[in-house]
C-alpha cells in the first residue's frame, strides 16, 4: 500500500502507518491552542491519541492472532486517522470462525477496559469513589466531569477506558468493514451460505452507512462522514469480494489455462523477447533448454527493466530468466491460487497436468476469465 511506513513487527506481523496518521497531531495541536490549553496540557492529549492507537493496535491483534489459530495469516496491519485494519490473507472457513475472528477485536479492548479500572478499583476508597462519580457525571450532560478535581493519572485512566468501551460499541454497530458486520454475516451464514449472508449484511451495513454519513453531515463532522462514506464503499467492496470467491470455487486452474504460449529458449537473445513482448499479447514467457525442458520464467518486469539498457538486448534470456518459479496443477481449484497470485505479484506460471506441460496462468488470462464469467453470470459452462 502507498504512503505507509513500517514502525514494528509483532509476532511475525509488520505494523505500518499511513502518513496521514500524523495529521492527528496537528490537529491535537490545532484544537489545543484553540482551546488555550498549555503545553502539558496538549502533551496530555497527543499521548491519550497514542495510547488510544495502541489500544486500536492491541484490538487488530486480537484479529490476527485469533485467525493465526484457525490457520489464516495476516500479511500486515495498517493504522490511519480513521483506525485499523489488519489485512488478513483471506477468510475463515468456517462461519463460527469468522464469528471468533471478528468478536476478538472488540473483546481486547472491553479486556483493556476492565484491567484498567482495576487501578482506581484496588487503590483508595478515594479514588474508587472518583471513578464512579466521573462515570456518572459523564453520562449526565448537566454537570462537568472536569470539575471533578480528579488526578492527572487517574484522568488519563478513564478518558483511556471510555475511548477503549466506544473502540468496542462503535465496532460492534453491524456494517461492514466494522466487525459487528462480520458477526453478523457469521451469525447468518451458519444458516443460509455465505454469499446470501453478505448480501443482506452488506445491506444493512450500507444502511448504516448512510445514516453515519447522514449525521456526520447534519452534526457538521467531516470525519463522521468520511467513516460513512468509507463504510459504504468498503461493504460494496466486501460483497465483490465473496461473490468472487464462491465464482472461483466452482474453476480449476486447468479452466483458466492458456494452451498457447510463446516458447523462449535459454540461449535466445533478449531483444528477441522483447520484440515478442512488444508484438504480442504475452508479457511474461517460459524459457527452456535445447532439450524441451523448461528451466526458467522470464517476468514482465525484468523484461521491461532489462528494455532500458541497451547492453542487455544481446544476453541471453537464460541469464534474466527466474530458475526458482512456482508451477501449478491444473488440478488446482482457482479459488486456492489467485489470492497468491495477487499478492505475490506472479506473472506467469507454468501448469502441469499428469506431468505435462498444458499451459500458462498469468493476470492477464485470469482477471479476462473473472470479466467473462461474472457477465455470464456466474454460472459454469
Ligand atoms: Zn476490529
Redesign the pocket.
Known sequence: MKGVFQVAKLFGIPVQIHWSFLLIFAWVFYVGSEESLDWWEMGGYALLVLALFFCVVL??F??ALTARRYGVETRDIILSPIG?V?RLDRLPEKPWQEFMV?IA??LVNVGISLLLALFPMLSSGESRRQFFDYFYLLFNPDSNAFALNVSPVYEFIFLLIIVNIVLALF?MLPAFP??GGRVLRALLSARMGRLRATRIATFVGQGFAILLAGYGIWSWSPITALIGVFVFMAAASEYRMVRLDGLLSHYTVGDVARRQFTRLYASDPLALALEQYRQGMEKGFLVFDEWQNLVGVLPEKELVEAAGDSAAHSLPVGRLAHARFEALLASDSLKAVIPGMQWEQYQLLPVFDKGQLVGVVDQNSVNSFIRLRQKSGGAKT
Open positions: 484490538h487488530e486480537g484479529h485499523g489488519a471478528a477485536g472488540p465496532n466494522m466487525d
